[in-house]
T-cell receptor, first 113, second 117 residues
Framework: GAVVSQHPSRVICKSGTSVKIECRSLDFQATTMFWYRQFPKQSLMLMAT?????????EQGVEKDKFLINHASLTLSTLTVTSAHPEDSSFYIC?????????FGSGTRLTVV | AQSVAQPEDQVNVAEGNPLTVKCTYSVSGNPYLFWYVQYPNRGLQFLLKYITGDNLVKGSYGFEAEFNKSQTSFHLKKPSALVSDSALYFCAVALGGSNFGNEKLTFGTGTRLTIIP
């Protein structure tokens, strides 16, 4: 079946540094990928829609300069959290859509100290 | 705008009993509906989906859900609960149609299911 690989699964970084999270579709091409954020004991909130070869579409309230999304190929989208602060600590999950389904990565636990 | 409501934050069921996790939705068009399960610090695992066809959908691990258009519901059910079913369950909706795949998925707030031995 369709697999979405997300890396790293867990990262701890210092406040003020940047962190890059990768999302790969392993056995299908994804012109569109989605990035979600999940706070403890809460639902998944869509941050942005990543479009291959064009700019990402950000949801209202999401800072595009802070959460940089690059979708340079049909199998890879990256989310870079720039100048991370403790309030950016969260669980980030990516998703892609093989035919008639949404497949999710295993998530990245980001902790900013 | 589309939305999903999961009215119960927590559902407790005795092992062996039937379970139901409720979900209602709102979307301006034909819905594509999904159920996912999440274990601690893990991504989402697909359980089942409704795209078209039979209103009763059977999925992974013995789960099933019934699409009810008049009640705009898509409740998740299982005839006999297992302790291993304890997890966080999310219902989600996307707008169906030819643009599917580029449509965003909207999630409910999740229901924590606890199966009591």
């Amino acid at each position: 079946g369709a697999v979405v690989s997300q890396h790293p699964s867990r990262v701890i970084c210092k406040s003020g540094t940047s962190v890059k999270i990768e999302c790969r579709s392993l056995d299908f091409q994804a012109t569109t990928m989605f990035w979600y954020r999940q706070f403890p004991k809460q639902s998944l909130m869509l941050m942005a829609t990543s479009n291959e070869g064009s700019k990402a579409t950000y949801e209202q309230g999401v800072e595009k300069d802070k959460f940089l999304i690059n979708h340079a190929s049909l199998t890879l989208s990256t989310l870079t959290v720039t100048s991370a602060h403790p309030e950016d600590s969260s669980f980030y999950i990516c998703s892609a859509t093989p035919r008639y389904g949404y497949t999710f990565g295993s998530g990245t636990r980001l902790t900013v100290v | 705008a589309q939305s999903v409501a999961q009215p119960e934050d927590q559902v407790n069921v005795a092992e062996g009993n039937p379970l139901t996790v409720k979900c209602t939705y709102s979307v301006s068009g034909n819905p594509y509906l999904f159920w996912y399960v999440q274990y601690p610090n893990r991504g989402l695992q697909f359980l089942l989906k409704y795209i078209t066809g039979d209103n009763l959908v059977k999925g992974s691990y013995g789960f099933e859900a019934e699409f009810n258009k008049s009640q705009t519901s898509f409740h998740l059910k299982k005839p006999s609960a297992l302790v291993s079913d304890s997890a966080l369950y999310f219902c989600a909706v996307a707008l169906g149609g030819s643009n599917f795949g580029n449509e965003k998925l909207t999630f409910g707030t999740g229901t924590r299911l606890t199966i009591i031995p």
